[in-house]
């Protein structure tokens, strides 16, 4: 597609020229947003779920204050469930963060490399961050296995088998194993990086983000 002229249909711009989307992308970006409202969904839980404790532990002071003697209100669980949540909401926000580069970058010095160094040192950082998510969830995958098989229960008032928020754990991880993959192509190819100059520029205003490595800043 020539330059100038805004086409109709599904497509984006890099370095002037308009390209065709791929619909993959489309399918890649709904699975990082849904990974994110899960975490969303999770946080949310927590709040409900300490709120509905404060009611209830409010409730009995009111009673022990009237009556002498407190109902004994309680959410079974309640603590256990909440880390549950949080572990569960930790590991869904990872891919949708990393996309938005919410991650910490330690940027000082890639900043102001050459491009073309700077672009081998974004291929190196995401496939060593590639490889270590593997490695994570590919044990984390394994404890989910063991815990099925061994029907290992969590010690509260409700013995939730533990492998169910292992599992948020383990698909968190996974998606986060794909953002990572889709992050190294992009650079392979000499694009830039869906995080890169995002969380960086927060304190620049509006600053400019170029769509390829090899543009420039």
């Known amino acids: 597609m020539r330059k100038g002229s805004v086409p109709a249909g599904p497509f984006f711009l890099i370095s002037g020229v308009w390209i065709k989307e791929n619909p993959m992308r489309k399918v890649l970006d709904g ?3 849904f990974s994110g409202g899960m975490a969303a969904f999770c946080i949310l839980t927590i709040t409900v779920l300490v709120f509905a404790q ?3 532990n409010l409730t009995d002071r009111i009673s022990g204050m009237l009556f002498g003697s407190a ?3 309680t959410i079974p669980s309640y603590a256990d469930f909440t880390g549950f949540f949080l ?3 930790s590991f869904f926000a990872l891919a949708y963060t990393l996309k938005q580069g919410g991650h910490i970058r330690v940027s000082l010095f890639i900043q102001r490399m050459p491009k073309r160094i700077r672009h081998f040192v974004e291929i190196w950082c995401c496939g060593l961050a590639l490889a270590i998510s593997v ?3 590919w044990y984390t995958a394994l404890l989910v296995v063991e815990s099925f098989i061994y029907n290992d229960l969590s010690p ?3 013995a939730l ?3 169910i928020p292992q599992l948020a754990m383990a698909l968190g991880l996974a998606v986060l194993c794909i953002a990572l993959l889709d992050e190294l192509i992009t650079a392979f190819t000499g694009g830039m990086p869906g995080y890169a100059d995002k969380g960086e520029n927060l304190l620049e205003g509006n600053a400019p983000i170029a769509t390829s490595i090899l543009d420039g800043e």
């Open 31 to 33: 699975l990082y947003r």
């Open 54 to 56: 404060v009611i209830l």
């Open 71 to 73: 109902i004994g209100l």
């Open 87 to 89: 572990a569960a909401a």
């Open 135 to 137: 490695y994570f969830t």
């Open 156 to 158: 509260g008032m409700i």
């Open 161 to 163: 088998p533990i492998w």
